[in-house]
C-alpha cells in the first residue's frame, strides 16, 4: 500500500506528538481497505484457533486514545470474525469501590487473557498515569497511606507508576502473553467534528456528554501525558505503535495489519500433533463411527 510503513509506527525512539501525522494518505479508497481488512480477519481467526489448541500463548492488544478516537468501532470491525469463545474485551472505567481496594493494577491483572485467547484492553492500566495525572485529586481515592492530599503526591510518583507497568508488562511477557498497544493519533480538529455529529445525529445524541468539552480544553495536558508514556513505556516486548486515526476505516486496517503482522512471528503456534497411537488408528476410528459400533 503506497505511502504506508507499518513499521514506521513503532515507537523505538523519543517522539514528539506533535510532529507525527493523524491522518496519511495511502492511496486506497475505502472499498478496499474493506476487503483488505476482511482478509486480516479472516487470517486472525485461523491464527486464534491455532492459539486456542496450541496453548501456549495469549494476546493482549492495549487500545488508548483521546475521546472519539474510534476505539470501539474498530475493536468491533477488526475482530468480529474471531470465535466469540477467542476474544474477551475489557473496558476500564472508574475504578468500583472493590477495585479500589487493592493496588492500581490489580484490576487490570486480574483481566488478563487466558492462554489461547486474545484480550483487548478498551482504555487500559495507562489511564492511571493519564487521567489522574490530569486530575490527579483522584489519586486520593486509592488511599495510599503517604498521600493525603494533592501536594502530597511528590514529583517520581507517574515516572514510578510507568516503570511498574514496564515491570508488569516484562513479567506477562515472560509467560507467554504477546503485548500490543495502539495510540489512535487523533487530531483535535477531527474530534470536535466528531463531537459535532453526535449531537447533530439524534441516535447518537447519547455518546455525548458536557464532561467531553470540559476535557478537550485539557488536551494539550493529555498530550503531554501520552507523548511521556509512549516515550517511556514502548519496549521490545510491549511497543507502542502510534496510528493515524482521523480515517477511521484506515486505522482499522492499521491496526489489523500490525496484529497480524506481529503474530505471525510466532511460527511455533500451530496446532498440536496427534499422539502417534491415535494417528495410527485414525481410520480405525472412522470406520467404528461410520458402522455405528460405538
Known sequence: MKNLNIESLRVTEQIKLSELPTKIDVNKDHSQLKKKLKKIRHELSEIQDKMYAHNKYSVLV??????????????????KEINPRGVV??????????????????????????????????????????????????????????????????????SKRMSDMNHFEN?????????????????KEEQRQRLLRRLETPKHNWKF???????RLLWDKY????????????????????????????????????????LKKYTDIQ????????????????QALREHKV
Open 62 to 79: 492495549c487500545l488508548q486514545g483521546m475521546d472519539t478516537a474510534g476505539k470501539d468501532s474498530l475493536i468491533r470491525e477488526v475482530f
Open 89 to 158: 474485551v475489557e473496558s476500564f472505567k472508574t475504578p468500583t469501590s472493590a477495585e479500589l481496594e487493592h493496588d492500581f493494577l490489580w484490576r487490570h491483572y486480574k483481566a488478563l487473557p487466558e492462554r489461547g485467547k486474545i484480550g483487548v484492553f478498551n482504555r487500559t492500566h495507562y489511564e492511571n498515569v493519564l487521567f489522574t495525572r490530569v486530575h490527579p485529586e483522584y489519586i486520593l481515592n486509592e488511599s495510599i497511606p503517604s498521600i493525603l492530599t494533592v501536594d502530597d503526591i511528590p514529583e517520581d510518583f507517574w
Open 171 to 187: 513479567h506477562i511477557s515472560k509467560s507467554g502473553t504477546i503485548v500490543l498497544k495502539f495510540f489512535l493519533h487523533l487530531s
Open 209 to 215: 456528554s458536557p464532561g467531553d468539552l470540559a476535557e
Open 223 to 262: 498530550q503531554a501525558c501520552y507523548e511521556e508514556i509512549l516515550n517511556t513505556t514502548s519496549t521490545e516486548k510491549a511497543p507502542w505503535f502510534v496510528v493515524p486515526a482521523d480515517d477511521k476505516e484506515l486505522a482499522r486496517y492499521i491496526v489489523g495489519k500490525i496484529i497480524l503482522t506481529e
Open 271 to 286: 496446532n498440536p500433533v496427534l499422539d502417534a497411537d491415535v494417528q495410527e488408528n485414525i481410520k480405525k476410528y472412522q
